[in-house]
Structures are given as structure tokens and as C-alpha cells.
């Protein structure tokens, strides 16, 4: 059985938190190393002298019962002392990592406000005024600080490879500020239980050079593409006009809902609907058929859309580069 149970330890584990690649992750993950070698061998010593004693001073036959002893002053003082150096070493390692890692941004980072939704995170950078959603570009080597909301109920964001987590709370603000030290693509999920589909809402984090992060912020400053091939375009005079607009934004366009993600740059996406779904034709057309069928508790309801008006759709979603 213990054999079975550590096979789960092998295969892929991009949510581990022991590849960390952020100073907040590692400053986590320091302390965690320190404090479960000293558990161990605590834990070790302890469960070895009382195997050993069980075994040693077991009863056996024509064994007298042993004299009775009330208070021991040195053997009480050395087990009080004892734990007491080891959480105050505990302590003392602790504090000052707490005071630098819960202590205010630095005033040079940059600001990214992170939005809890059912069930999607949306990702604002105010100073370029660009709208996203389950996707966080950051660019290496430079500090940001996450100012954390959330619109309806309690989330918590957590990309493991960043940092730990932190509750995003409807009414108060919660920041985490971190300086992400190498590039690539780090998942994550919501960790505090946030409805039917809180498993469905998931984020990744997309760690680009500085010049890549400027381009794919520039890239995102601009309107939506206003399509010209027949079906996309007919896709976007049906977003437009139906319900669509209703609750998602295409900058540039007559679509300003801000109930759902902001799509203006839908299709540049890697993934969709809190991160679950491969951005991909099929995908899109699955979910644009039946969302509440593929992501339970989903706001979106199921519209009914034809065959034909899922086609234009999905057409005019990709186009929205
Ligand atoms: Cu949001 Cu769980």
C-alpha cells in the first residue's frame, strides 16, 4: 500500500512548491526546509527512545510492580526548556521573513490588481489600463505587487511557483508582492472553496524578458480587431447585438459588459474559462453550447445557440488576436 501511495509522488507537478521561482516562494520554502529537517530528526529521536524504551523495560514474567516516583524537577525543567529553544529558534527564523515579505511594496514595483470572480481571476494593469483574465503576464527580474479583490465571494490566489497564497476578499484588499527571478509558464488555482466550479478556477502565470512582457502589453492596449472575412464579421455584428455584450467587453466595439472576462484579446490567450480549456476551436465551441455543462455553477448560462451562430462565433473569437 505505502508503495502505491508513493507512486503519486512521481510524474509532473508544475503546482509544486519546491521549484520556487520568485524571492517570496524561496523565502517560503527556506523556512519550510529548516523547520521539517529539525521535525524530522526531533520526530526521529523522540519515536526512537520510546521504541526503545517499550521494548527495553517491557513487562515480563515475576515482575514486581516497579516503585511509584511523584515529580522529577530536572527531567520537567529539561522537557519545558527543550521545545521552548526549538519554537523560539522556530520564531526567530520566522519574524523577519514575515516583516519582509507582509511588509508594504516597494514604491518602484508594478501595481497588478487581481479580481476573484465565480470562476475566473481577472488581471487589471491600471498604469496601461489593459483588462485580462486567468492569464498573468509578468515581466522577470522586476517587482510587481498583486493587489488582490474579489467581486462576489472569497478566493484565494495561489500560483505555487510565485509564493504562498493569499484570500482574495469581497470589501477588503490583500496584496502580495514578489519579483518573479526566471521566465516560463507557472500554474496555479483558487484554494479556498468559492462555489461549484471553485476546482475549474484555475490562473497561470506567464513570466516573459521585459521586452516580450512590453510587447504582449502593447499588443493588449489596442481596440479589437473589427473583422472583415464574412463569418467573423458576422460573429461580431451577433456579439454585438445579442447578449453577448451584455457581459464581456470588446474594447473598441459597442461590447462593454463587465460582468464576464474582457475578450478584446481573447484569442491570444493559451486558455479559457479560469484557465481549464486549451484556447481552441472545439474547445470554444463546447463551451460557447453548454457552458454550465462543462464548467458546473458557471454565470453563463446556455443560450441555445444554433449550429450556425456557434460557427460565427467561434470564427470571430479566434479573430480577436
Ligand atoms: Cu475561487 Cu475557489
Redesign the pocket.
Known sequence: MLSLLLLACGGPTPQTAFNPRSDYAAEGLDLFQVIIVMGVVIGVLVEGVLIWAAIRYRSRDNDQLPPEIHGNTIVEIAWTTAPVIVVGYILFLTLPVIFQTQAPAPSSSMNVEVI????W?EFQYPDANVDTANELHLPVGRTVNLILH?SD????FWIPALGGKRD?IPGHTNFIWLTPNSTGEFPG???????Y???N?RERAIIQPQAAFDAWLTAEQQPGVQPTATDAAEGAQFFQTSTCQACHTVNGTSAQGKIGPNLTHFASRGTFAGSIFENNPNNIRLWLKDPPAVKPGSLMPNYHLTDHQLDVLVTYLQALQ
Open positions: 476573484g470572480h465565480q470562476f481571476w474579489s465571494v472569497i478566493h484565494s482574495a488555482q483558487c484554494y479556498q472553496l468559492c462555489g466550479s471553485h476546482a478556477m
